[in-house]
């Protein structure tokens, strides 16, 4: 089992910067990839980015490409998001998840095994 919590979402207006970070306990951080995945009211839950298991690879939807920044600090359990230029359509709850079934980003969400509960982000315009 991997627990993972969600912390440092809150409201923000256009243009400003939030960064989520997830801690991760149980099994060892390191055999997973990990991925950031969000969820708006009446939409799916979406990829927003992953990356490797030694934090070298990543992966971005293209909405959140040059604005958001996924990486992982293996000694300390954490995976992170940092996210700038943020807008209205990034409010969302936004989710981690760890999946270990691959070595390299996982953008597909069926493939992740374990989640924690979220942290919502709201942007107001």
């Known amino acids: 089992q991997v627990q993972l919590v969600e912390s440092g ?9 939030l960064r989520l970070s997830c801690a991760a306990s149980g099994r060892t951080f390191s055999n997973y990839a990990m991925g950031w995945f969000r969820q708006a ?21 293209n909405s959140v490409k040059g604005r958001f920044t996924i990486s992982r600090d293996n000694a300390k359990n954490t995976l992170y998001l940092q996210m700038n230029s943020l807008n209205a359509e990034d409010t ?14 996982v953008a597909t969400r069926i493939l992740y095994r374990y989640w924690g509960q979220g942290t919502q982000v709201t942007v107001s315009s």
Do not use: M, N, W
Not at 9 to 17: D, H, M, N, P, R
Not at 51 to 60: H, P
Not at 92 to 105: D, F, I, L, N
């Open 9 to 17: 979402g809150g409201l923000v207006q256009a243009g400003g910067s």
């Open 92 to 105: 969302a709850v936004y989710y981690c998840a760890a999946t270990p079934h691959s070595a390299g980003p």
């Open 41 to 61: 009211p009446g939409k799916d839950r979406e990829i927003v980015a992953s990356v490797s298991r030694g934090g070298g690879t990543t992966f971005y939807r």
